[in-house]
Nanobody
Framework: VQLQASGGGLVQAGGFLRLSCAAS????????MHWYRQAPGKQREFIAA???????TYADSVKGRFTISRDNAKNTVYLQMNSLKPEDTAVYYC???????????????WGQGTQVTVSS
């Protein structure tokens, strides 16, 4: 199983980006999907989560600006980021709780990260 994140880039403050993260491989099911970010010199922090049923949770710092969504048929999670601020600059990582096809237990997988840079 592999996770591939994409959609990062350079944007001006107030702009928007949409991140995607797709899981590939032999997958039985995917439960929770998450987005995290890590700014230079800081710890990785939770941004948003979505359950298989579509319930969402957000960090206070992004609530009202970011929206997490998923497409279960495509094994993909999205992060729509609006009203971006310079402090949103970080490497963004996706995380998924996946049951591989040959397994009955859930494992945590991380994507490789995608850089988001917001200029002032």
């Amino acid at each position: 199983v592999q996770l591939q994140a994409s959609g990062g880039g350079l944007v001006q403050a107030g702009g928007f980006l949409r991140l995607s993260c797709a899981a590939s491989g032999s997958i039985r099911s995917i439960n929770a999907m998450h987005w995290y970010r890590q700014a230079p010199g800081k710890q990785r922090e939770f941004i948003a989560a979505i359950t298989r049923g579509g319930s969402t949770t957000y960090a206070d710092s992004v609530k009202g600006r970011f929206t997490i969504s998923r497409d279960n048929a495509k094994n993909t999670v999205y992060l729509q980021m609006n009203s971006l601020k310079p402090e949103d600059t970080a490497v963004y990582y996706c995380r998924m709780h996946i049951i591989p096809a040959i397994e009955t237990s859930e494992y945590v997988y991380w994507g490789q990260g995608t850089q988001v840079t917001v200029s002032s």
